[in-house]
Nanobody
Framework: QVQLAESGGGLVQAGETLRLSCVASGTIGTITSMAWHRQAPGKERELVASVTYNGITTYAESVKGRSTILMDIGQNTVYLRVNNLRPEDTAVYYC???????????????WGQGTQVTVSS
């Protein structure tokens, strides 16, 4: 099984920078993509940013131009930085990792427990 450990978040001021990290452990095998999603109160979970094993990144329009996602494949870690935070960035942020392991192979798509980010104005 694959476990995810998220860190970062908390209460931050508008205009400041958010830094999140997520480390995958367990039966990792080959990671194909890592991503951050978020869910604000009363809203559906949405993709914030994702990165594939070969470095292709995708960003939500709401954070494009002020955020960076980075995968350290050697450390099985994904980082997210969001600059110039806004109150509307307030949400629970979830790490998501997809990959496969073994000879079959066995695919996985796992989620972290989430970390609360609250942006005060």
């Amino acid at each position: 099984q694959v476990q995810l450990a998220e860190s970062g978040g908390g209460l931050v001021q508008a205009g400041e920078t958010l830094r999140l990290s997520c480390v995958a452990s367990g039966t990792i095998g080959t990671i194909t993509s890592m991503a951050w999603h978020r869910q604000a109160p009363g809203k559906e979970r949405e993709l914030v940013a994702s990165v594939t094993y070969n470095g292709i990144t995708t960003y939500a329009e709401s954070v494009k131009g002020r955020s960076t996602i980075l995968m350290d494949i050697g450390q099985n870690t994904v980082y997210l930085r969001v600059n110039n935070l806004r109150p509307e960035d307030t949400a629970v942020y979830y790490c998501n990792v997809a990959g496969s392991y073994g000879r079959l192979p066995t695919e996985y798509d796992v989620w972290g427990q989430g970390t609360q980010v609250t942006v005060s104005s």
